[in-house]
T-cell receptor
Framework: AQSVTQLGSHVSVSEGALVLLRCNYS??????LFWYVQYPNQGLQLLLK??????LVKGINGFEAEFKKSETSFHLTKPSAHMSDAAEYFC??????????????FGTGTRLTIIP | EAGVTQFPSHSVIEKGQTVTLRCDPI?????LYWYRRVMGKEIKFLLH????????ESGMPNNRFLAERTGGTYSTLKVQPAELEDSGVYFC?????????????FGPGTRLTVT
């Protein structure tokens, strides 16, 4: 079984400040890891993913995340927050490498607010 | 290229009524997934189609939910009869095996309110 924990259902940062959204996962098999973002009235959009290879992955809009197996973490960061980053962010895990099933297990989401 | 579309965007029904949600995946995508988010909780997997076949329906809550994907194109999710706890946002996603990007493309969701 797999699970995802996102610490902090609401995070507020000042414009220009560092964004750090935390994600820890539990998986009995090698995971694929994803961050999705949902803007108001829109569907989920993939920000970035880790499948294999380099553990530091870069995504769209200046976001990046690092897969740390020893810490079972996949935290999302952005050096400088922009007003347009205000949205809800979801971390997800898949057991695809082992079971060939892409179904995603999501965390509860983190709503990011940017303070002008 | 058109994205995943879902209809309706909102639905308000009374307990005991029937509702049918529709999802049109991206053209050519063999995989189609349904997920649901109950307010304040995580997005949960419901089921997975590969073309017209149900690959995994382990997340379906009970037999009041029926999903179909006729001809391997669009999919419908019927709830009959609806209960209060069925309220939430229902997301559809699609993906293409052949490109091996492991990315699921999500629709905007259908917000279902059962009163």
């Amino acid at each position: 079984a797999q699970s995802v924990t996102q610490l902090g259902s609401h995070v507020s940062v000042s414009e220009g400040a560092l964004v750090l959204l935390r994600c820890n996962y539990s998986s009995s098999v090698p995971p694929y890891l994803f961050w999705y973002v949902q803007y108001p009235n829109q569907g989920l959009q993939l920000l970035l993913k880790y499948t294999t290879g380099a553990t530091l992955v870069k995504g769209i809009n200046g976001f990046e995340a690092e897969f740390k197996k020893s810490e079972t973490s996949f935290h999302l960061t952005k050096p400088s927050a922009h007003m347009s980053d205000a949205a809800e962010y979801f971390c997800a895990v898949s057991a695809f490498p082992t079971f060939g099933n892409e179904k995603l297990t999501f965390g509860t989401g983190t709503r990011l607010t940017i303070i002008p | 290229e058109a994205g995943v579309t879902q209809f309706p965007s909102h639905s308000v029904i009374e307990k005991g009524q029937t509702v049918t949600l529709r999802c049109d995946p991206i053209s050519g995508h063999d995989n189609l997934y349904w997920y649901r988010r109950v307010m304040g909780k995580e997005i949960k997997f419901l089921l997975h189609f590969v073309k017209e076949s149900k690959q995994d329906e382990s997340g379906m809550p009970n037999n009041r939910f029926l999903a179909e994907r006729t001809g391997g194109t669009y999919s419908t999710l019927k709830v009959q009869p609806a209960e209060l706890e069925d309220s939430g946002v229902y997301f559809c996603a699609s993906s293409q095996d052949r490109d091996k990007t492991y990315e699921q493309y999500f629709g905007p969701g259908t917000r279902l309110t059962v009163t």
